[in-house]
Antibody, heavy 117, light 108 residues
Framework: EVQLVQSRAEVKKPGESLRISCKGS????????ISWLRQMPGKDLQWMGR????????TYNPSFQGHVTISIDKSISTAYLQWNSLKASDTATYYC??????????WGPGTLVTVSS | EIVLTQSPGTLSLSPGERATLSCRAT???????LAWYQQKPGQAPRLLIY???NRATGVPDRFSGSGSGTDFTLTINRLEPEDFAVYYC?????????FGQGTKVEIK
């Protein structure tokens, strides 16, 4: 079965660092780009960026560039989304998705990140 | 970036009725790279339509997409109880990819 498994929910304080993960299984991980997307509580979806697992080539939404880092460890079929210094406004559910021809065809279940002092 | 505006914000309908959802873009969406997603409470979005009119695998044929350029439509014929959800359009023809704000289809 093709699936994306995301890491568990996190509760962090402002200024802390965090890395969440997305592990692909049931398919050739390096054959499909991965997107990361954000959904703030009760809000719509925002595309954060994408990464090519075969060579780690990454494209960011300018709205997120410099605040997050998207990376890959293809040896374990896992994509990551990382913050060095969280803000309260980073509180959201973060989804990874497997891209096909540009659209986000298969979504992971999401990771809820709560940032609160 | 391309801004997508969905209308209406909420659609109140009864099971068996037809739902017509609109998605309008501020600039032409290249090659009809427009997708529709369904999201139910507490769940991840699910792809319904890609390329403006192509149903994703496993999507019932009561869902159909149409349109080109700046105007796109998702039609749901004969609403089933499981279709009541929020629907988002997404353009993936230019970066950054963007989403509409969503249309909630609720039971009347």
């Amino acid at each position: 079965e093709v699936q994306l498994v995301q890491s568990r929910a996190e509760v962090k304080k402002p200024g802390e660092s965090l890395r969440i993960s997305c592990k692909g299984s049931g398919y050739s991980f390096t054959s499909y780009w991965i997107s990361w997307l954000r959904q703030m509580p009760g809000k719509d979806l925002q595309w954060m960026g994408r990464i090519d697992p075969s060579d780690s080539y990454t494209t960011y939404n300018p709205s997120f560039q410099g605040h997050v880092t998207i990376s890959i460890d293809k040896s374990i079929s896992t994509a990551y989304l990382q913050w060095n210094s969280l803000k309260a406004s980073d509180t959201a559910t973060y989804y990874c998705a497997r891209r096909v021809n540009g659209y986000d065809a298969l979504w992971g279940p999401g990771t809820l990140v709560t940032v609160s002092s | 970036e391309i801004v997508l505006t969905q209308s209406p914000g909420t659609l109140s309908l009864s099971p068996g009725e037809r739902a017509t959802l609109s998605c309008r873009a501020t600039d032409s969406v290249s090659s009809s790279y427009l997708a529709w997603y369904q999201q139910k409470p507490g769940q991840a979005p699910r792809l319904l339509i890609y390329g403006a009119s192509n149903r994703a695998t496993g999507v019932p044929d009561r869902f159909s997409g149409s349109g080109s350029g700046t105007d796109f439509t998702l039609t749901i014929n004969r609403l089933e109880p499981e279709d009541f959800a929020v629907y988002y359009c997404q353009q993936y023809g230019s970066l950054p990819q963007t989403f509409g704000q969503g249309t909630k289809v609720e039971i009347k």
